[in-house]
C-alpha cells in the first residue's frame, strides 16, 4: 500500500491521510496509549506547512481526518485496487468511537500535550542562505535567492518555474536560487525504473540547461532519494552532452522514470559521477534544490 501511495501522485499530506488509518500508532493512537501520562513531542518536520497531525502521521496529536478522508485520497488517485484487500477492508470498516476520541483529546489529553517543532525544511533553507552568505564563499557567491514559497506541484511543472526564475536571475553571474520543498512525481504502474523525486528533478532540469553555464543540485535532507540509494544528483549544463556522446538517451530514462539507471550509466561509461550518495541521515526535512547560475 506504502509503494503504490508514494509512486501514485499523491501529496504527503495525503498519503499520511491514509497511513493514519491502516495504523495502531499513527493519527494520535500512540497519545491514546497512554492517556494519563504527560507528553512533550519534539518534532523533526518533513511536511510543507508543518501540519502536526501529518507529520510522521501524528502519532501524538489528535486525527482531524476519518476513514470515508482515506478512501477519497485512493478513489482520487486510482489507488484503490493497488492496495491489498486487508488495508480496503480496514478503510471501508470505519472507525468506531470517534465521537468519543474527539472528546478525550478536548478534555484530556490536549491539555496534557504539548509538541514543539525543532527543525523544517524552512529552517534549512534560512541556515543554507545563511553559509552561502558567509565569507567563505565570497569569491564565488554574489547573490542568494530563495524561494519562499514551498515546491509542492507536479515535478514537470515545478522545473518549468525554476528555469524561468533563474532566466529573470542569470544577469548577474554568481546568483544561487534555492528552493525546497517536495514536487510530486507521478509514476504509472508499469514503470520499472529506479529514481526518485530529486533524481528526476535532476534529469529533468539536465535536459533545460544544456548547453548553459549554470548547475542544479537536487538532493532529499533523508538520504535516500525514492527507490534509489542516492540522495540525489548534481547536473550542468554539459550533462546531456557528455550522455549523448556515451549513447544515452535521456529522454528515454525520463520516460521509464530510470533516472538512478541514468545517472549510473552515466558514470559507468563516462566516469562523470553526478549522484550524490550520502546513506540514510537520520533526518528528513524535505528536498533541496540549488541552481548555479
Known amino acids: 500500500a506504502n509503494r503504490a501511495l508514494v509512486t501514485g501522485g499523491a501529496t504527503i499530506q495525503e498519503i499520511n491521510t491514509v497511513r493514519k488509518h491502516l495504523s495502531q500508532v499513527k493519527g494520535g493512537r500512540l497519545r491514546m496509549a497512554a492517556p494519563d501520562a504527560m507528553f512533550v513531542t519534539l518534532v523533526l518536520s518533513d511536511v510543507i506547512g508543518d501540519d502536526l497531525s501529518s507529520i510522521a502521521s501524528g502519532p501524538t496529536v489528535q486525527d482531524p481526518t476519518t476513514c ?49 517543532v525543532v527543525a523544517s525544511n524552512a529552517v534549512v533553507l534560512r541556515s543554507l542562505e545563511r553559509e552561502l552568505l558567509s565569507q567563505r564563499y565570497a569569491d564565488f557567491v554574489t547573490r542568494v535567492e530563495v524561494e519562499r514559497s514551498p515546491v509542492t506541484g507536479p515535478v514537470e511543472e515545478t ?10 536571475l542569470s544577469s548577474q553571474p554568481g546568483t544561487l536560487l534555492i528552493s525546497g520543498g517536495e514536487p510530486v512525481v507521478s509514476v504509472p504502474p508499469l514503470a520499472s525504473g529506479t ?13 533545460s540547461i544544456a ?32 550522455a549523448t556522446r556515451c549513447g544515452l538517451d535521456a529522454d528515454a530514462y525520463v520516460r521509464s522514470f530510470d533516472s ?34
Not at 484487500?85 to 470498516?93: A, M, P
Request: aromatic fraction near 6%; hydrophobic fraction near 40%.
Open 195 to 207: 529514481g526518485g523525486r530529486m533524481l528526476h528533478y535532476a534529469l529533468l532540469a539536465a535536459r
Open 159 to 168: 522545473v518549468d518555474a525554476h528555469v524561468a526564475r533563474a532566466l529573470s
Open 260 to 293: 538512478y539507471g541514468f545517472f549510473k550509466a552515466l558514470k559507468e561509461r563516462s566516469g562523470h559521477d553526478a549522484i550524490i550518495v550520502t546513506g540514510p541521515t537520520g533526518t528528513n526535512v524535505n528536498d533541496i534544490m540549488l541552481w548555479a547560475l
Open 68 to 116: 470515508s478522508d482515506a478512501i477519497r485520497v485512493l478513489e482520487r488517485h486510482d489507488l484503490w485496487d493497488r492496495i491489498p484487500e486487508s488495508c480496503r477492508n480496514q478503510l471501508l470498516h470505519g472507525d468506531a468511537g470517534e465521537a468519543d476520541r474527539a472528546a478525550m483529546w478536548r478534555d484530556h489529553l490536549g491539555p496534557r500535550s504539548h509538541t514543539m
Open 211 to 242: 548547453g548553459r553555464d549554470w548547475a542544479v543540485l537536487a538532493c532529499g535532507t533523508d538520504g535516500i532519494d525514492g527507490t534509489s540509494p542516492a540522495a540525489g544528483a548534481v547536473v550542468t549544463g554539459d550533462t546531456i552532452a557528455t
